[in-house]
């Protein structure tokens, strides 16, 4: 079996998720060979041979550093056809996915977004996805030879293999009818870690009473390499900016820790939420509904809890 | 401009989820549905650009069985001017965009919600836009229209993008786009006379199939650590839940 995996960058870097996408490649037991679109940073680009990739395809045009989904998955197409790929692995982003959508129409292959764990190979193919917002799952079969696969933060573990890809520069066309949007500006955050890639997520809520108390969460943000996140309010009320937002209606987080501050614990704020391995809530409001969702709590108030335990993780390091 | 919105028919955020039949099927009993909060954001937008610009007019399109009809004239009351009803259990992606390509036909401008909240999937915009060779956008959190030009914030992680491009597009939508509109007596009156046209299904064969549903496996009982014991909270997420 040959799988192609596209391999997002961010700042030139291989996104984490991507890495979990030829991790998981690996793991289905297939060649995999990652593609890679425009700048990127050459140690970057051969790290992905630790997680599996046996070759790296490397369009490095600079028409391609801002990304235009239709350019996207024109190359992504022509490379499955090249590399004669059975399956497109990719990462859920906000570009992952429409591309995978694009390239499954263009290929006649059966898409499955959202994949929660390695597909069931032992009679035809199957595979797991998480719907109704992290409340349940579907197993659906997949009946087309090509496949392409959209995977969700976790979905495979994220281990080195200890091998090494060859780079090799994959020079493509670019028709200007491909570009049919002009990005003029990117608004992001730098030296920040992603919400939906991150590993630790800090979240506060209305109970933090306003943005001039987020600086107790940034200080354990920073202790934990987290990232922060909020509830709708927080966003609604321009506390906190919007892709921060986590829950029904905005990210869906999958992180190994969650640390609902101050958070009640709604239903559409668990949504985005019930992905994560632990879940640690901190509130003042013992009958909170969050301690029912969580592994371990505290009951308490923020203001005092959150300095402590920034010092007793510095404390334990 | 002749605007499209398409509407998926969702349990409402609070429900709980079960299935039925040997976890084939969904359990409806006791569920409330609503137009897909995505979906009720596009909408919105839709009935905003259609205020704005006078001879506009606002269609909605949903891809389900007679059930899902309450939700139509619901969208009719918010201020769409007519409905299409597909008439078919949206059982995937492929299919429910293979729906909406074959009367999505001589629209300006297709919105949607960015996703649905039951699939989750993402894809029904861009499956659209490929299958009639249109440009699409998602999630987008702002547009705005002037002549054929479109300019729209679009949310990408950890920030958002600004983008040009040109009617006609097809855009899945998210807030703040617009606020969500809660229909008026008048709309309620007007909307049971609004036409909604019934139309069959074209023949499609989707690639996947739902082989059967799974429930999350229960969570195990909560922690609790005193408030002066932070120390201990994190020894458990080192030594015990190995997180840290
Ligand atoms: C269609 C729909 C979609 C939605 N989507 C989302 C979504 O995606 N994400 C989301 O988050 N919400 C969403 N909501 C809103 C959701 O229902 C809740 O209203 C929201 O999550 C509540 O936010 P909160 O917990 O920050 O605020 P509150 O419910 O006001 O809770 C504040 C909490 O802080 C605690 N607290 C107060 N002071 C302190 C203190 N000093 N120390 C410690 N704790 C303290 C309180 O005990 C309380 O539990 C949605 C709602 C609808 C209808
Ligand atoms: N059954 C349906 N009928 C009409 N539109 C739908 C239907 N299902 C999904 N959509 C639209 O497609 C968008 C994306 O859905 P999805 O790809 O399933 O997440 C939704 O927000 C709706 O606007």
Redesign the pocket.
Same mark, same amino acid.
């Given at each position: 079996m040959n799988i192609l995996v596209f391999a997002e960058t961010d700042d030139k870097k291989i996104k984490s998720t991507s890495l979990e996408a030829v991790a998981y490649a690996h793991a289905m037991g297939g060649n995999v060979t990652a593609i890679v679109l425009g700048t990127a940073d050459k140690a970057s680009l051969e790290s992905l041979g630790k997680y599996g990739a046996k070759k790296v395809l490397h369009a490095s045009n600079a028409k391609l550093d801002h990304a235009i989904v239709q350019a996207y998955s024109a190359v992504i197409t022509k490379a499955m056809q090249d590399e004669n790929a059975d399956v497109l692995v990719l990462a859920n982003s906000s570009l992952g996915t429409p591309v995978a959508a694009k390239v499954a129409i263009r290929t006649g292959a059966g898409l499955v977004s959202n994949v929660v764990d390695l597909p069931d190979t032992s009679s035809g193919f199957s595979v797991k996805r998480s719907i109704y917002t992290g409340k349940a799952f579907s197993v659906v079969d997949v009946s087309t030879g090509k496949k392409v696969i959209a995977i969700k933060k976790n979905a495979a573990e994220l281990k080195e293999v200890g091998g090494s890809a060859q780079v090799v520069d994959y020079p493509v066309e670019l028709p200007d009818t491909d570009f049919n949007a002009k990005i003029t500006s990117t608004e992001k955050a730098t030296g920040e870690i992603l919400l939906p890639e991150a590993n630790i997520v800090v979240s506060g809520?209305?109970?933090m +009473?306003g943005p001039e108390h987020w600086g107790i969460l940034e200080e354990l943000a920073k202790e934990l390499h987290a990232a922060t996140g909020c509830?709708?309010? /927080?966003s609604d009320m321009n506390w906190r900016p919007h892709h921060e937002? /986590?829950? !029904?209606?905005?990210v869906k987080v999958a992180p190994q820790l969650y640390i609902a501050?101050?958070?009640?614990? #709604?239903i !559409?704020?668990l #949504?985005?939420v019930n992905s994560s391995k632990c879940i640690v809530v901190?509130? +003042?409001?013992p009958e #909170?509904p969050f301690f029912k969702a969580a592994d371990y709590g505290i009951v308490?108030?923020?203001?005092d809890v959150v300095p402590k335990l920034t010092a007793a993780i510095k404390a334990g390091k | 401009m002749k605007i499209l919105v398409c509407i998926s028919c969702v349990p409402d955020?609070t429900s709980r989820i079960n299935f039925i039949d040997n976890n084939t099927k969904f359990d409806t009993s006791g569920v409330q549905f609503i137009i897909g909060?995505y979906d009720d954001y596009a909408l919105a937008r839709a009935v905003e650009l259609k205020d704005a610009n006078a001879g506009s007019t606002v269609t909605v399109l949903n891809v389900g069985l007679a059930d899902t009809e309450p939700i139509i004239r619901k969208a009719l009351a918010i201020g769409a001017d007519d409905a299409i009803r597909v008439n078919a259990d949206p059982t995937d992606s492929f299919f429910v965009a293979s729906q909406i390509a074959e009367n999505a036909k001589g629209f300006d401008l297709i919105l949607m919600g960015r996703e649905s909240i039951d699939f989750n999937s993402g894809v029904v915009h861009a499956m659209v836009g490929e299958m009639l060779g249109l440009p699409s956008f998602s999630p987008v959190m702002k547009l705005d229209i002037d002549g054929t030009n479109v300019k729209m914030a679009r949310e990408i992680e950890g920030g958002k993008e600004l983008l040009e491009a040109k009617l006609p597009l097809v855009a899945g939508c998210q807030e703040p786009i617009a606020e969500w509109k809660i229909p008026n007596m008048r709309g309620i009156m007007s909307a049971r006379t609004k036409p909604l046209k019934v139309v069959e299904p074209k023949g499609v064969t989707s690639p996947v199939k739902l082989k059967k549903f799974e429930l999350p496996a229960p969570k195990g009982a909560v922690k609790m650590i005193p408030a002066d014991n932070v120390a201990d909270l994190v020894k458990l997420l080192k030594n015990e839940a190995k997180v840290l």
């Open positions: 809520g209305r109970g +009473k509830s709708k309010p /927080v937002h /986590v829950g !029904q209606t905005g501050i101050g958070i009640s614990g #709604a !559409q704020h #949504a985005g901190i509130n +003042k409001d #909170a308490g108030d923020a203001f | 955020t909060p």
